[in-house]
């Protein structure tokens, strides 16, 4: 029985940012190149326009085996190239370089409710996303019954899905991706989803489908659920696999790491630092209860600070940042300018003599919400002369502990979920209209 | 291991007798594996299915639309072209049916184009997360037009009578037309939507792209109004006059386009292969980029 199922030999994934980042190519921008193609390759021998494409390794060497009927959990922080592995197992994307031999169906799991469509019913949404996880219509009619089941929705089968609420939602696309049988189970941060009961069920679920005699493999920042399902786990760290064994280990690395590295950019050489001859970026990190940590909890503060360089002595020094959430969007921009804070610094627009200097800012607890910001800053001079602007220095991500969930559990939109001061009061009694005749 | 069901016995042995699946790198131009897609029959019915019943469902009108649009059509092309321009039919055929015989395959045509140009980049959240032979998606986008020109056919039937146009054995040829049709719209839709991905732009050019088409396809004109020479072979060349000058055949008695057909078939085929080669190279990097 401890045959092999996956077997992934020096595996290499290679995205191009410069892609990923910007818009994507135009037509027009091809033929505008083409023209330009002979000049541009005397220009610039050997690295690509303005070095505007730039290539990051996702995943590098990774070697792995799993034998059938393992649990493997996989776990790092963000960008450790996970979900990465998990995409070119499920054949969504292709390797860059390696290979990996499978010997079974593979059924993978990345989110919740693929393709499911608002205008369908619960019924026809069922069929439609069991085609899509890899069911034929045989199966799906074999299982619909038990499906049904599992997910509660009972007499909203023939409701538009658009009408349910995002508990009933999860729980029917949960459902029908439980129902799946493959011989190898690949599962991606989905559980982060609904309520702790159904949650339950579906960790419940998972391991009967491990105890099967099938293979899964999961990925979760939820070390708990790593724990429960998972036998063996790798820990994955730049697209490398760092550490792999037994689960209890692994998870134990993973938190030690987790609390001294990263959330952190440090320029050590004056001459790479982001500036001017005047002011220059020296570091920009995240700290939470302390320690410098790109996951923090959303009820804890988050200390975003600042080191830069004055090499000019009066110069009046200010910084600003922006919060970008995942969408793309500035959350929150702030600047220390005296009259822009809660308390003054002291030091804002006002001159510097030369030397390095630490500015902080804290963002309350309770106010972000869950799910990962990016970092972007300013370095500025006489209040608005931008001596360094980085988007993106660094990012942290806010995990949801439930602080606000005792009540809703789906998912809460927003740049920012910051509790806040309400008010209810009754303004009178109940008086029926149509009885006594109205006015 | 007395647990184990049954069902898990047999994809065990399935395990061990099935050659392993081996991922690694590709470059340049790979085989098509069309069985793949064979395989995949079951989600190419599913996502046609979707496609239709969301089309119906979300329209107030629903299935009445599939009628309006072409009626619509016909009635605005007869009033213009045919009461104001005098474009005629070259025949004794009444303007009216002479333009909706062409509009059947030029709206199956032109639907698909628009719809499976797009529909790869509107497919991103389904092919960021699993794993589906691609051409899938454009392929199902065109079959959903089917159901629209099944029901402007029927209303063609009616309309045949009205205009005393005698119900003859060409219409057998109908289905086979259809699937010419659905072909020339799949050779470019795959083209299109490949593009798209890589080009977003495209998307701006294929509602360009449907017009010019039009007009050098004999919807509004009898083919007989083109001049010999080049704009003529244009004409020819273009898979579209084949198709529609079929229909008027099957439908009005014009003249059989035996030899045109040919050609049609030969530029068909040779969109469609290039184009399955096309999108299957570019198909490894829809993920990433999409």
């Known amino acids: 029985m401890s045959d092999t199922v996956i077997k992934v030999e020096g595996l290499g994934k290679e995205y191009r940012i410069g892609v990923l980042k910007d818009r994507n190519p135009m037509l027009r921008d091809v033929v505008a190149r083409s023209v330009a193609a002979p000049f541009r390759r005397l220009r610039n021998r050997g690295y690509s326009q303005g070095g505007k494409v730039e290539r990051v390794w996702a995943l590098r060497d990774v070697d792995l085996e799993v034998r059938r009927g393992d649990t493997l959990g996989i776990i790092g922080r963000n960008g450790a190239g996970k979900s990465t592995l998990l995409k070119v197992l499920s054949r969504i994307t292709e390797p860059t370089s390696g290979r990996i031999e499978i010997h079974g169906r593979v059924g993978s799991l990345l989110e919740v409710g693929t393709g499911f469509h608002p205008e369908l019913t619960g019924r026809e949404n069922i069929f439609l996303n069991g085609a899509i996880l890899g069911m034929t219509r045989k199966e799906v009619r074999a299982k619909f019954d038990e499906i049904v089941e599992f997910s509660e929705i009972g007499r909203f089968l023939d409701t538009a899905v658009k009408r349910y609420s995002s508990g009933m939602y999860v729980r029917l696309a949960f459902a029908v991706a439980a129902h799946l049988e493959p011989d190898i189970l690949v599962v991606d941060e989905v559980l982060a989803v609904g309520d702790y009961n159904f949650q339950k069920k579906c960790l419940g679920r998972m391991g009967d489908v491990a105890g099967q005699g099938r293979t899964v493999l999961f990925v979760s920042h939820n070390m708990g659920a790593i724990s429960a399902l998972c036998s063996r786990a790798v820990l994955l760290d730049q697209g490398q696999v760092l550490a792999e064994g037994r689960t209890d280990k692994i998870v134990s690395t993973y938190i030690n790491r987790g609390l001294d590295s990263s959330g952190e950019v440090v320029w050590e050489g004056e001459s790479e630092a982001p500036g001017t001859e005047v002011l220059k970026l020296h570091a920009v990190r995240i700290v939470s209860r302390g320690c410098v940590t790109s996951d923090v909890d959303i009820d804890e503060e988050v200390r975003v600070e600042v080191d830069y360089w004055n090499f000019q002595p009066g110069t009046c020094a200010s910084v600003s940042i922006h919060l970008v959430d995942k969408s793309g969007i500035v959350a929150l921009s702030t600047v220390n300018s005296p009259s822009a804070t809660l308390n003054d610094d002291g030091w804002s627009c006002r001159p510097h003599p030369v030397g390095l200097f630490r500015t902080a800012c804290s963002v309350p607890p309770n106010f972000l919400n869950d799910g990962l910001y990016k970092i972007g800053v300013y370095l500025v001079k006489d209040v608005n002369r931008v001596q360094a602007h980085l988007d993106d220095v660094v990012s942290f991500t806010v995990h949801d502990t439930g602080v606000m969930r005792e009540e809703f559990t789906g998912p809460w939109p927003g740049a920012v979920r910051p509790r806040m001061a309400w008010e209810t009061e009754q303004l009178g009694e109940y008086v029926s209209t149509s009885a006594g005749g109205g006015t | ?290």
């Open chain 2, 1 to 290: 291991m007395a647990e184990i069901g049954s069902s898990t016995q047999r994809s065990l042995t399935d395990v061990r007798s099935a050659a392993p699946l081996v991922l690694k790198p590709r470059r340049g131009w790979s085989a098509l594996q069309l069985r793949e897609v064979w395989a995949y029959r079951e989600l190419l019915f599913f996502l046609t299915w979707r496609d239709i019943l969301v089309r119906y469902k979300q329209a107030v009108l629903g299935v009445a639309w599939s009628v309006l649009q072409p009626f619509v059509t016909m009635v605005v092309f007869t009033v213009i072209f045919g009461t104001l321009l005098h474009v005629g039919t070259g025949s004794s055929t009444p303007y009216a049916i002479f333009s909706y015989t062409a509009l059947l395959p030029w709206n199956l045509f032109s639907g698909s184009l628009s719809r499976a140009g797009t529909s790869v980049v509107g497919s991103a959240n389904l092919v960021t997360k699993v794993y589906f032979p691609r051409l899938i998606i454009p392929v199902s986008s065109v079959l959903a037009g089917i159901v629209d020109f099944a029901i402007a056919f029927v209303v063609l039937l009616f309309l045949m009578p009205y205009f005393h146009i005698p119900y003859s054995w060409h219409m057998v040829a109908i289905p086979g037309l259809v699937v010419l049709c659905v072909l020339t719209a799949l050779s470019v839709a795959i083209w299109l939507s490949a593009l798209n991905v890589m080009y977003r732009d495209v998307q701006y050019l294929i509602p360009f792209l449907i017009q010019l088409w039009m007009y050098l396809s004999p919807v509004i004109f009898p083919i007989s109004k083109v001049p010999a020479g080049p704009l003529r072979t244009v004409f020819m060349l273009n898979p579209m006059t084949g198709v529609i000058q079929g229909f008027r055949w099957a439908v009005l008695g014009d003249p059989a386009p035996d030899g045109l057909l040919a050609v049609t078939m030969g530029v068909v085929a040779v969109l469609f292969v290039t184009g399955l080669f096309y999108f299957k190279r570019m198909e490894r990097s829809f993920a990433d980029v999409v």
